[in-house]
């Protein structure tokens, strides 16, 4: 019931979005020393509870934006944390058990960094698994057939800010980016600090000339 694309990292099975059916979303484990957690929601978290259960189970569960609050976002027994700006969207679908608001370093591996924009409380977390530094961008930046794009949404998203936070992931270290959504394949990819600046530089061209992107 899990996929393990890279060492240490499991994926759940894909889910499409029913409003969205070709963008497939999946939640990951992140088997750490320090403690396993979840990153995303997906609705097989829950079929998936067997399989997490024997890698150890999750301490706590990490929500990039509200969107993921309605769907699935309760099955993995794991306190649920998203930032306070989205709490009280996410709170609609779900309880959310605790909120941070600062960039701030989790055991030394795991980063919570903000980066408003889709919504006022999206955020990336970086994780160095001791193999791989994997950036978990959300729908910030998602995959479509290879392509990195992003997701402004008229309504929801500020555009100013948009470009803000991916001006600042383009300068972070990693090399695998891990969003929740993706369409076609690959659902995650492997890069480099100038195949990233070159992806995230494209991205943030287009949403200023007024793409959504």
């Known amino acids: 019931m899990l996929d393990t694309p890279l060492p240490r990292l499991h994926a759940t099975t894909p889910e499409p979005l029913p409003f969205a059916p070709s963008l497939l979303i999946r939640a990951f484990v992140l088997e750490r020393e320090h403690g396993n957690l979840l990153v995303y929601a997906a609705p097989t978290v829950r079929a998936a509870a067997p399989a997490i259960g024997a ?37 609609d679908s779900l309880r959310i058990d605790e909120t941070f608001s600062d960039r701030a370093l989790l055991d030394d591996d795991f980063e919570l960094i903000p980066t408003p924009g889709h919504t006022r409380g999206a ?9 791989h530094r994997l950036l978990f961008t959300g729908d910030s930046v998602y995959l479509r057939n290879g392509d990195w794009v992003a997701a402004v949404l008229e309504g929801s998203s500020d555009r100013t800010a948009y470009i803000e ?4 992931l383009r300068e972070l270290e990693f090399d695998a ?37």
């Open 55 to 91: 890698l150890g189970g999750v301490t706590r569960q990490y929500l990039n934006h509200w969107h993921e609050a309605g769907f699935g976002g309760d099955g993995a027994g794991a306190p649920v944390v998203i930032h306070a700006e989205d709490r009280a969207a996410a709170e």
């Open 123 to 131: 955020t990336a977390f970086l994780w160095d698994s001791g193999e």
């Open 165 to 168: 936070s991916l001006v600042l």
């Open 177 to 213: 980016l891990v969003p929740w959504a993706a369409a076609g394949e690959p659902y995650y990819t492997l890069t480099d600090p100038a195949d990233a600046r070159r992806r995230i530089d494209a991205i943030v061209e287009r949403l200023r000339r007024g793409e959504d992107h």
